[in-house]
């Protein structure tokens, strides 16, 4: 029997978030989901009831990586299932959690299975300079960017880049932190902020179209240079938000 879905909010949308779009009903799949970043988003959106097909090249380890969490999380029943990477894009929204070097790759592969569909990088392009971790400046300005390019019948979404994945993945101690989220099409912004907001400990913030990519993805080094200065596990707020009604 195929995973159960779940209908994310109720028919009258979140409350207290007017025009946000009402959320389809939604299984998540993440490519590149055996690493530290895609096990984060894997147990967290399964945390909140969500199925979500852990994708890998290798379907034996996305098995032993459901096998894992599953049983690092034994109370919780997370609604983990193991699959391909073009099990993951199959899903109604996808997240694709590979190293920024292998993402075009990896998306280009699946550019049928995507189509129509929102699709979030979280990848960062950095590298080791010295002793300190550097952005790396794609063509493109950003690997959102490329990504979008990559996907034309996509709706590329950037979100995620700054979690620290080591803690995000602690399901026992939620985090307490922002996501900047960009994208070119405002409904998906709104669909995944909304999305975001389900998640424990985390706020999604619309910052505007996908030229802010670069920015967004650039930051990561620096927030790794703080966690490694003071050896803990930084991840933003941004002050001078609006409340929003029903939070
Ligand atoms: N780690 C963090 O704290 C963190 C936080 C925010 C954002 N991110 C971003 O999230 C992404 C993943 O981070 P990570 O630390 O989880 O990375 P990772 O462990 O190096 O890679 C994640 C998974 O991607 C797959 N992969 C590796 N190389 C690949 C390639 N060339 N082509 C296709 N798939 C490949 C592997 O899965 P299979 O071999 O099973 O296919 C691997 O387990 C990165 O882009 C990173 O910048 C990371």
């Known amino acids: 029997m195929g995973p159960v879905r779940r209908r994310l909010y109720p028919a009258s949308g979140r409350p207290g978030s007017p025009?946000?779009?009402n959320l389809p009903t939604v299984q998540i799949g993440v490519m590149g989901a055996t690493g530290p970043a895609g096990q984060a988003v894997?147990?967290?959106?399964?945390?909140?009831?969500?199925?979500?097909?852990?994708?890998?090249?290798?379907?034996e380890r996305a098995a032993d990586t459901v096998?894992?969490?599953?049983?690092?999380?034994?109370?919780?029943?997370?609604?983990?299932?193991?699959?391909?990477?073009?099990?993951?894009?199959?899903?109604?929204?996808?997240?694709?959690?590979?190293?920024?070097?292998?993402?075009?790759?990896?998306?280009?592969?699946?550019?049928?299975?995507?189509?129509?569909?929102?699709?979030?990088?979280?990848a960062n392009a950095l590298t080791r300079w010295g002793k300190d971790m550097v952005p790396?400046?794609?063509p493109t300005g950003?690997?959102?960017?490329?990504?979008?390019?990559?996907?034309?019948?996509?709706?590329?979404?950037?979100?995620?880049h700054h979690l620290p994945a080591g803690a995000w993945g602690d399901l026992d101690h939620p985090l307490d932190a922002d996501v900047m989220v960009c994208c070119d099409d405002r409904k998906a912004t709104d669909e995944v902020v909304a999305l975001?907001?389900?998640?424990p400990g985390l706020r999604g913030v619309d910052c505007g179209s996908l030229s802010s990519a670069l920015a967004i993805e650039a930051?990561?080094?620096?927030?790794?240079?703080v966690n490694r200065r003071y050896k803990t596990h930084a991840a933003l707020r941004i002050t001078g938000l609006p409340e929003r009604p029903g939070t």
């Open 136 to 138: 790396l400046l794609p």
């Open 219 to 225: 930051l990561t080094p620096a927030l790794l240079e």
């Open 196 to 199: 975001i907001d389900q998640l």
């Open 19 to 21: 025009g946000r779009a």
């Open 42 to 59: 894997s147990v967290q959106f399964a945390g909140i009831g969500i199925d979500v097909i852990v994708g890998s090249r290798s379907e």
């Open 67 to 122: 096998t894992a969490l599953k049983e690092k999380w034994g109370g919780r029943e997370l609604p983990l299932h193991p699959g391909d990477n073009d099990a993951a894009a199959a899903a109604d929204l996808v997240v694709v959690a590979t190293p920024w070097d292998g993402i075009l790759t990896t998306v280009t592969a699946a550019e049928e299975g995507l189509a129509g569909k929102i699709v979030i990088s979280m």
């Open 142 to 160: 950003s690997v959102t960017v490329a990504v979008a390019r990559a996907l034309p019948r996509s709706r590329v979404v950037g979100a995620f």
